[in-house]
C-alpha cells in the first residue's frame, strides 16, 4: 500500500497560478503511474494529468493541454502538477492517486478505478 499526501490548494484569481504536490509513502518502490484527477461538485471525477514513474512519460487531458505540467522527484518520492493560467472551471478537489498494478505492457491507465491507493484531496478555487 502507498499513503499519498498532498498539499499546495487555495483560492487563486482566474488566470493565476498553484502548485500541487503529492508526497507518497510505502511501497513506493512498486508504484508505476501517479496520477493526478478532479472532482468538481455535482461533477463525475476526471483524470487531469499522469505520470509514468519509470520513464517520465505523461498524458494529460485535453481541458489542461498546454496550462498544467505533472513532473515527479523520484528522489522525493514526490509528484507535482504546476497549474497556470487556471480558469473557474478548474475549480474542484484535486486528487493524488498511485497505480501499482503489473501490466503487461506497462501503460499510463486513465480510469481511476484502476489506481490502487488515493490521498484525501486538496480543495482548488478559482475566482472569476
Known amino acids: 500500500q502507498v499513503q499519498l499526501v498532498e498539499s499546495g490548494g487555495g483560492l487563486v484569481q482566474a488566470g493565476g497560478s498553484l502548485r500541487l504536490s503529492c508526497a507518497a509513502s510505502?511501497?513506493?518502490?512498486?508504484?508505476?503511474?501517479m496520477g493526478w484527477f478532479r472532482q468538481a461538485p455535482g461533477k463525475e471525477r476526471e483524470i487531469v494529468a499522469a505520470?509514468?514513474?519509470?520513464?517520465?512519460?505523461?498524458y494529460y487531458a485535453d481541458s489542461v493541454k498546454g496550462r498544467f505540467t505533472i513532473s515527479r522527484d523520484n528522489a522525493k518520492n514526490t509528484v507535482y502538477l504546476q497549474m497556470n493560467s487556471l480558469k473557474p472551471e478548474d475549480t474542484a478537489v484535486y486528487y493524488c492517486?498511485?497505480?501499482?498494478?503489473?501490466?503487461?505492457?506497462?501503460?499510463?491507465?486513465?480510469?481511476?478505478?484502476?489506481?490502487?491507493?488515493w490521498g484525501q484531496g486538496t480543495q482548488v478555487t478559482v475566482s472569476s
Open positions: 510505502g511501497r513506493t518502490s512498486s508504484v508505476y503511474v
Open positions: 505520470i509514468s514513474w519509470s520513464d517520465g512519460s505523461t
Open positions: 492517486a498511485a497505480d501499482w498494478t503489473l501490466r503487461i505492457p506497462q501503460r499510463i491507465v486513465r480510469q481511476g478505478e484502476e489506481y490502487d491507493d
